[in-house]
């Protein structure tokens, strides 16, 4: 039995790849260019803007990406159940994105992209990484082994804007002061 062969040009990458692409560019503080990216896949750019809508949307998804990968680790090194390590685990994530050179770069070679795609309640990275940091709390909280002081979505929503705000104003003389003010109201906000 033959195998029937296709012709023409080998099939491009799929949405994830383009998207690991697109990480892997951000994590080593490259640009992220949407033509290169499509032309290196295999893929046309319409295909991407049809995939993210727009190079926004790609480098939201890139930094989503980023951040889902910082709360595993960071719960992962987080021991025991409670307020405790919920609190040594958003201490970890802040202290990774706060600090995290691919960030920096962003914040600091387009400032405007990173504080409007970062910051914006609307946005693809606010609301999820929201979601990331609400799903911690909830997990304790499923547990049995934490009651947040006040209602848990609010508590992740006050935490990412505090994150936020350290990593906007950032400057590495005061960072490790500011951290230590950053620890000081997660453990308010957390009630350790």
Known sequence: ??????????????????????????????RIDVRAIATECGVGRATVYRWFGSREGLVAEAMVAVFEQRVVDA???????GAPPLLDAVGLVYAGVV??????HLVEREPELAR???T???GAVHPRVVALIRGLIDTE??????EPPIDPETLAYVLVRLAESALFHYDTDEYPRDLERMRE?????LGV
């Not at 909280?141 to 934490?146: D, H, Q």
């Not at 109201?185 to 906000?189: E, N, T």
Request: hydrophobic residues 35%; glycine residues 8%; contains cysteine.
């Open 141 to 146: 909280i499923e547990r049995g082994s934490y």
């Open 75 to 81: 719960r992962g090194a987080s021991d025991g159940s």
């Open 116 to 118: 409007r795609i970062i």
């Open 1 to 30: 039995m033959a195998v029937e062969r296709r012709t023409g040009p080998a099939p491009g990458a799929t949405r994830e790849e383009v998207l690991e692409l697109a990480r892997e560019r951000l994590v080593a503080c490259e």
């Open 99 to 104: 600090t995290a050179p691919h960030l920096r």
């Open 185 to 189: 109201v997660q453990r308010a906000l």
């Open 120 to 122: 914006s309640s609307a």
